[in-house]
């Protein structure tokens, strides 16, 4: 995937088949339209293109009224993430817009004019049902379609993606990891939700009970950090070496009250040293909730449990 994060660096293509949007958690909904762009492109003999925004909209425009949670804007990607999985799922050119107020401010006829058409050289443009685009979002599909023979290019709306009859969206994904709901997180993804971080030194208690922990600073501070509680987890490490794993997300109250949230977790059938390095965990499944015991002997019992309660929900 040839990716292009300046649109004046963007090369002169034929026949481009295009899409465009945020794209946060490319989930389910986002592989429908990406599935849809390839099949149109290998009917037409075209490049697929997909156009995303950096930074997130939200993050310079501010919420729309019909969701204020999204103040606190919390992402499922980070932009790496987001560029490894458009290029797993078959993308061919990647352009990374720059999202500004100047850009937010382009009309409709600017958007499609300078961006579409002049940047991308889009023929065939394949969008979600609620695609908008242009100044206070004016335009949409409608707006395409009435036009497309002006603009000389095709225009296909691709519907819903319903889970469980419920549509797939990135803020149902944020309410679910925010609830601890990983499976329906997954569900709504289509893979499990990533977590990347640095593993840091911590106080080296785990060691001392025989569970060691991995202390994890995650590296993107937007980055959504599911609820607290204990989850199975697969973890990656730097050499590519994947395991099964418990995770705590929480403030260890057995240890001391008043401590800052922690990321915590105890790879199972791994020795080694993790400092310094790339940590990847995938969210498989909640366990429980973060609970206080009476001592180091209680918590050890309990970790022994949340082991095998991995093991099962990885098996």
């Keep these: 995937m040839h990716v292009i994060r300046d649109p004046a660096d963007f090369p002169l293509l034929a026949n481009a088949v295009v899409t465009s949007g945020t794209f946060d958690g490319v989930h389910l909904g986002h592989q429908r339209i990406l599935a849809r762009l390839r099949q ?99 335009g949409g599909f409608e707006y395409l379609s009435q036009h497309a023979d002006r603009y000389g290019f095709t225009v296909e709306e691709i519907p819903r993606q319903d889970v469980d009859a419920v549509g797939v969206s990135s803020t149902r994904i944020r309410r679910a990891l925010r609830s601890g709901d990983a499976a329906t ?23 001392t009970i025989g569970y060691p922990t991995a202390n994890l600073q995650v590296t993107e501070p937007l980055k959504l950090v599911p609820a607290q ?3 199975a987890v697969w973890a990656t490490t730097a050499a590519g070496t994947r ?16 401590l800052a949230q922690t990321i915590e977790v105890n790879l199972l059938d791994f020795s080694g040293d993790l400092y310094d390095q790339l940590l990847t965990l995938e969210f498989v499944a909640w366990l429980r909730g973060e609970e206080k015991y009476t001592g180091l002997d209680a918590l050890t019992a309990q970790l022994a449990l949340d082991a095998q309660a991995t093991r099962a929900a990885l098996a």
Excluded: C
């Excluded at 499990?192 to 785990?206: A, E, I, M």
């Design 229 to 231: 509680g204990i989850y």
């Design 243 to 258: 395991h099964p794993a418990m995770l705590s997300i929480g403030v260890r109250p057995t240890i001391g009250a008043g």
């Design 40 to 138: 149109v492109a290998d009917a037409v003999g075209g490049p697929t293109v997909v156009i995303t925004y950096w930074p997130h909209p939200r993050l310079v425009l501010g919420p729309p009224p019909s969701h204020p949670e999204l103040l606190e804007l919390q992402l499922l990607n980070t932009l790496e993430e987001r560029i490894a999985r458009l290029a797993q799922l078959g993308v061919d050119y990647l352009l990374v817009m720059p999202f500004t107020r100047e850009f937010a401010q382009w009309t409709s006829e600017e958007y499609i004019q300078q961006l579409l058409i002049n940047t991308v050289g889009a023929k065939h443009l394949v969008i979600g049902y609620d695609h908008r685009f242009g100044k206070n979002r004016e």
């Design 185 to 207: 997180a997954s569900r709504y993804l289509g893979y499990d939700y990533p977590l990347t971080g640095v593993v840091v030194h911590g106080q080296k208690l785990g060691r």
